[in-house]
């Protein structure tokens, strides 16, 4: 069994991406069912609420990460469901932020597969904790769910990534206040084609969780 601090619980598919720190080694770990996408939501859902940042769950993976393209941290699921173990105080969250010239391997929005294999597979990364030193949502108009999130980096690149953190957004469109200092939880897409194709196959960043402290 593993201890997770949950950091993200976004959208995938037609369940859940679950995105976290496993506390006893202190790596990311992404848990993902024997059959692949999205864990589905009813697994991330304990007492009729979904997990939230912050949550410390305990979940039975299979300890070997699952051969996918290009997040090794993936770990299968050996059994559904999670337990509810208590919360980690957002004090605490500081020490699993990266400080990297780079988010996820570039500084824009995308990373083709091309510098991923550039790399041994040992460095690939599609998880990273992000503390912004400035941040705002900005609705899509184009599609009603669609927000994006403006952010500068720790040096100062600025990002605007697509926001898949469905708590979040539920709360923008409420019109809810969210905190004035939070960090984010970026995650890094398989290889995916526009619906428009015309391009070849990118990775892209999204914003997968936001954790307020503040």
Not at 122 to 141: G, H, I, N, Y
Not at 152 to 169: E, H, N, Q, S, V
Request: hydrophobic share 35%.
């Amino acid at each position: 069994m593993a201890r997770i601090v949950c950091l993200a619980n976004s959208f995938k598919d037609a369940g859940r991406c679950l995105a976290g720190i496993d506390l006893d080694t202190g790596q990311w770990v992404r848990p993902v069912p024997a059959g692949g996408g999205g864990v589905p939501a009813d697994w991330v859902t304990i007492g009729g609420a979904e997990l939230r940042p912050l949550d410390i769950v305990e979940v039975n993976l299979d300890p070997a990460p699952v051969a996918t393209r290009y997040q090794r941290e993936n770990h299968r699921l050996l059994n559904p469901g999670c337990r509810l173990l208590g919360r980690l105080p957002p004090a605490e969250t500081r020490k699993y932020c990266e400080f990297t010239p780079t988010l996820l391997h570039s500084k824009s929005d995308r990373v083709t597969p091309q510098v991923l294999e550039s790399l041994p597979s040992d460095q690939w990364k599609s998880l990273q904790l992000v503390w912004p030193s400035e941040f705002s949502f900005e609705k899509d108009e184009r599609v009603d769910y669609k927000w994006r999130v403006h952010f500068r980096d720790f040096f100062g690149t600025l990002f605007k990534l697509r926001l898949t953190d469905p708590a979040l957004i539920a709360r923008l469109k409420r019109g809810d206040r969210i905190g004035s200092r939070c960090y984010l939880a970026i995650s890094l897409t398989e290889p995916f084609v526009p619906p428009d194709g015309g391009v070849e196959p990118r990775c892209y960043k999204l914003v997968a969780g936001v954790v307020e402290w503040g």
